[in-house]
């Protein structure tokens, strides 16, 4: 009897599947994911593109030794990633290990760069940490040599 039970639900769900109805709610659901996702994106290269035009106006992010001035964004909020970068570049590494406290979702990290970069480290975090993503899927950073 449970065999049969089974074999029934299998059955009503690849029907289900095959519905055009379905099929097209699916498609639909698609679309509104890779819409929000550019969206998405366009949204932060509007920001990041304001912020170089403050940027090339004020004097004070012209100078390099200033870390505003090397400031660089591939996952931080806040142009971290190319400052923390020039900060090692400027007193060195010895182990190249990194400890980062409340990392949300990890898509938004200090540490995501370092990461890339061949760091090991820890992300800690409050609550269930959403993210699948594995090292190989990251994007490489400019070499900032």
């Known amino acids: 009897m449970l065999a049969a039970n089974n074999f029934m639900r299998e059955l009503l769900k690849a029907l289900y599947r095959r519905l055009p109805v379905v099929r097209d709610l699916q498609r639909i659901e698609t679309i509104l994911c890779h819409l929000h996702r550019d969206s998405q994106v366009l949204k932060a290269a ?9 940027k090339a106006g ?4 012209r100078d390099p030794k200033r870390l505003l001035f090397h400031g660089a964004q591939y996952w931080s909020q806040n142009y971290e990633d190319g400052m923390i970068a020039e900060i090692f570049r400027r007193i060195g590494t010895v182990n190249k290990t990194f400890l980062e406290i409340g990392v949300g979702d990890g898509s938004e990290n200090n540490t995501t760069a370092l990461l890339a970069a061949g760091w090991n480290g820890w992300w800690i975090e409050g609550v269930n940490l959403v993210f699948r993503r594995s090292i190989g899927g990251l994007r490489k ?3 900032r040599r």
């Open 141 to 143: 950073c400019p070499d």
């Open 46 to 54: 509007s920001i990041i593109q304001t912020l170089e035009a403050i």
């Open 58 to 61: 004020d004097p004070r992010y």
